[in-house]
């Protein structure tokens, strides 16, 4: 409380409310955070306004008193999940989309890996020719390359053609069949020039290791 000079009243001063409301937030963000970490970073099914209380140790009612709601708890705890990975998308240029690219997987490969449900024996023999067929082309015009560096690049090209590529251009871009073809035969394009150049995939950057 401060006193004003003009009427004498006292004046409620907020900035020591702010700060013991920040403290009671960041236990609340962090507990998010820890359940998140424990479970593949695609499930987020226990984060959820009960269980971030009790890992933080307070009741429902003080996480309300931050956030409306699970979304909005939910956002916070991506936005620290980001913040820890040094991702800024905010200001990402095209120069340092590798670099977040890198950053992201690295974040992900500290969580859990998600657990696939068994494909039918159909597919995994589908999967096992493709493999095969990619290993193949890239090995023609990768002579001289590591083992490990041909089994990375026709992994690459094995990503990009798969089904999980052309639904995330279809669905989350809303790209027309065709336009999802382009993009994808356009990068898969790119892919094979580099291949028959020679041009191996690089290692990775000091920077982008050292996060």
Known sequence: MTTTPETGRRRYDGTLRRARAAETREPIVTAGVDLVRAASIRDWRSVTVRAVAER??????????HFTGERELRDAVMQRLEDDAGIDLDSMTLGEVD??????????????????????????????????????????????????????????????????????????????????????????????TAIRDGRRPPRASRRSASG
Do not use: K, M
Request: aromatic share 6%; proline share 4%; hydrophobic share 50%.
């Open 99 to 192: 670099d977040v690219a890198a950053r992201i997987f690295r974040h992900v490969a500290d969580h859990p890996r998600a657990t696939r449900r068994p494909l039918d024996p159909t597919l995994v023999e589908a999967n096992r020719r493709q493999h095969d067929a990619l290993l193949t082309a890239v090995s023609e015009h990768a002579v001289g390359w590591s083992a490990a560096d041909r089994r990375l690049a026709a992994a690459a090209l094995d990503v990009l053609w798969s089904v999980a590529a052309y639904e995330r251009l279809a669905v989350d871009w809303e790209l027309e069949p065709e336009e999802a073809v382009r993009a994808v035969t356009w990068v898969i394009g790119l892919v094979e």
């Open 56 to 65: 933080a140790g307070v009741n429902e009612r003080t996480v309300y008193r």
